[in-house]
């Protein structure tokens, strides 16, 4: 027995669909793309989030808050006394204050030499609590182990800056007690960054800052950036800035040129009047042979009112140019030009033309 042909097409496609797969699929970030291109803290970040902790990574300096423990902030932020002396109260409440002074900068991995400028407010801090910080320039291989609360850390940290506290040797790390809290300075900011945070013990060392804190909160990592002077408008004056783009879109509104013609709010009428009849037909007439038909008929009957006058008067042999003038009040010339002249020679002389002709005209009554 032979199955039909759509039969057999039918069951192929189910067959198919009733194949498809029941494995799983799962996305797994590899190199160093998307955020850890702008966010050289990612990975320490994601490191410290497995143990539990919250972490905060803002793009401009705000006053730290008494639910973030520890920060971890360039010291190029440190750039005012102001925000020193925020940073000092915040400590001495039992905060841990990590400065990074080197390789804070996205895409700064590699070991290229210092081009950090020590912001005058950020040293000052550091000597309210017995720190110096000097470039030495000679650094050229990694230091010796790090110590922190009695325990060496094996570290690949090197930099021509050195910072002791106390007369203390110097080296790429100081850290001490500040108050309630803690005032650390790490002169070699990689071994935190993406890139090195798994060599040696450098991912132990980020553990144990934190763990030195004595409350558990928040942890910053401040990501290089200075002062936003828009995010603190937005935050001390967002009113006034509404207020100021509201004034401005409508002025842009009201100034930029539209698309398109603007509609008049009364439309013209299509009828035309009388007035623009006659202008109409003067200036054809005009330009069809200099206004010579419009004098015809006004010197027909000028023609004619003369011979008659002459007649009545018993004047038939005088010089009728002469007779005109002088009834008109104008010259003999004027008189004979506006009579016999074919073609004014402009608009000016058309319209004397015409008004010597009905000067005339009225004088002959």
Not at 40 to 46: K, Q, S, T, V, Y
Not at 83 to 106: I, S
Not at 175 to 187: A, F
Request: proline letters at 5%; hydrophobic letters at 45%; aromatic letters at 10%.
């Amino acid at each position: 027995m032979t199955l039909p042909r759509w039969l057999i097409v039918v069951m192929t496609v189910f067959g198919l669909f009733g194949c498809s797969g029941s494995g799983s699929y799962h996305e797994e970030e590899t190199g160093y793309k998307g955020q850890a291109l702008v966010d050289p803290w990612l990975a320490a970040g994601r490191f410290l989030s497995s143990y539990g902790h919250e972490v905060s990574k803002p793009s401009s300096w705000h006053p730290p808050t008494p639910e973030e423990t520890v920060w971890f902030v360039p010291a190029k932020v440190i750039g005012n006394e102001t925000f020193a002396r925020q940073m000092e109260g915040w400590m001495n409440r039992g905060g841990h204050l990590v400065c990074l002074v080197d390789y804070t900068d996205p895409g700064n991995d590699w070991w290229l030499g210092s081009r950090v400028q020590m912001e005058p407010a950020f040293e000052k801090m550091l000597s309210w609590h017995g720190f110096s910080v000097a470039q030495d320039g000679s650094a050229t291989a990694p230091s010796d182990p790090l110590r922190f609360r009695g325990r060496k850390y094996d570290t690949e940290a090197k930099s021509d800056w050195q910072v002791s506290v106390r007369n203390a040797k110097s080296g790429v790390f100081a850290s001490t007690v500040v108050g309630n809290g803690r005032l650390t300075v790490i002169t070699d900011a990689r071994i935190f960054r993406n890139r090195w945070i798994d060599g040696k013990q450098h991912a132990e060392l980020l553990k144990a800052l934190v763990d030195a804190s004595s409350t558990r909160g928040t942890i910053v990592f401040v990501r290089g950036a200075t002062l936003s002077l828009w995010a603190l408008l937005w935050e001390r004056a967002w009113a006034l800035m509404v207020g100021m783009i509201l004034v401005l879109a409508v002025w842009l509104w009201k100034n930029l040129p539209r698309f398109g013609p603007v509609e008049a709010a009364d439309a013209p009428s299509p009828l035309r009047g009388y007035d623009h009849h006659l202008e109409a037909l003067g200036d054809f007439q005009w330009r069809l042979d200099k206004g010579a038909a419009m004098l015809a008929p006004i010197r027909e009957a000028v023609i004619e009112r003369s011979q008659r006058m002459l007649i009545r008067t018993g004047r038939q042999d005088a010089d009728i140019f002469a007779v005109l003038a002088e009834r008109a009040g104008i010259s003999r010339e004027r008189a004979q030009r506006a009579l016999v002249e074919t073609a004014p020679a402009d608009a000016a002389v058309f319209t004397r033309t015409v008004a010597d002709l009905q000067a005339i005209l009225r004088n002959l009554d």
